[in-house]
T-cell receptor, first 113, second 110 residues
Framework: DAGITQSPRHKVTETGTPVTLRCHQT?????MYWYRQDPGHGLRLIHY???????DKGEVSDGYSVSRSKTEDFLLTLESATSSQTSVYFC????????????FGPGTRLLVL | GENVEQHPSTLSVQEGDSAVIKCTYS??????FPWYKQELGKGPQLIID?????GEKKDQRIAVTLNKTAKHFSLHITETQPEDSAVYFC?????????FGTGTSLTVIP
């Protein structure tokens, strides 16, 4: 998985609780991404980062926030989890301009009850 | 934004036969088209990609073709093997934003 780890790998939580997912890379890649994967929707971009403290929204960003304080770590936070956020979350990395290829982590399976 | 459609959603082939998966995209600015293979419980793995200045690319049993005029691209797997069974995703985009198709579940029957 191209030097990408995600934690936790599985999580069960209750509606209304905050949840933070972590992505860690050892490739020193500039870009990092968070996607969610749901049946019938493929992979949809939530947020991405193009450098430390530089982030931007994707197509399904409502209800999510991100932070990147170090090159190697990208955090995804659900401030108040809802059942609609039950999904599999994937982190991806890429090198940046001219190096568009994205490499994916192993995923985090989140269940919101 | 970009809209990527992928067909078929499921595909079954006999071992040794070929498999073809097709995708269309809407944004003519898209210039990078990767294909990913995802096995159960794992993250997507890049298997081949193509850029808009190339019409075809091949890597052993896998090939991808791109028709920019018609805005469609296809994945071709020849001499399929049981280990090719997985979900395949196409994507289209430019810069660092990609939009994914909804996936094709390929089953290779021994």
């Amino acid at each position: 998985d191209a030097g990408i780890t995600q934690s936790p790998r599985h999580k069960v939580t209750e509606t209304g609780t905050p949840v933070t997912l972590r992505c860690h890379q050892t490739e020193n890649h500039r870009y990092m991404y968070w996607y969610r994967q749901d049946p019938g929707h493929g992979l949809r971009l939530i947020h991405y980062s193009y450098g430390v403290k530089d982030t931007d929204k994707g197509e399904v960003s409502d209800g999510y926030s991100v932070s990147r304080s170090k090159t190697e770590d990208f955090l995804l936070t659900l401030e108040s989890a809802t059942s609609s956020q039950t999904s599999v979350y994937f982190c991806a990395i890429s090198g940046g301009a001219g190096e568009e290829t994205q490499y994916f982590g192993p995923g985090t399976r989140l269940l919101v009850l | 934004g970009e809209n990527v459609e992928q067909h078929p959603s499921t595909l079954s082939v006999q071992e040794g036969d070929s498999a073809v998966i097709k995708c269309t995209y809407s944004d003519s600015a898209s210039n990078y088209f990767p294909w990913y293979k995802q096995e159960l419980g794992k993250g997507p793995q890049l298997i081949i990609d193509i850029r808009s200045n190339v019409g075809e690319k091949k890597d052993q049993r896998i090939a991808v073709t791109l028709n920019k005029t018609a805005k469609h691209f296809s994945l071709h797997i020849t001499e399929t093997q049981p280990e090719d069974s997985a979900v395949y995703f196409c994507a289209a985009g430019s810069g660092n934003q990609f939009y994914f198709g909804t996936g094709t579940s390929l089953t290779v029957i021994p």
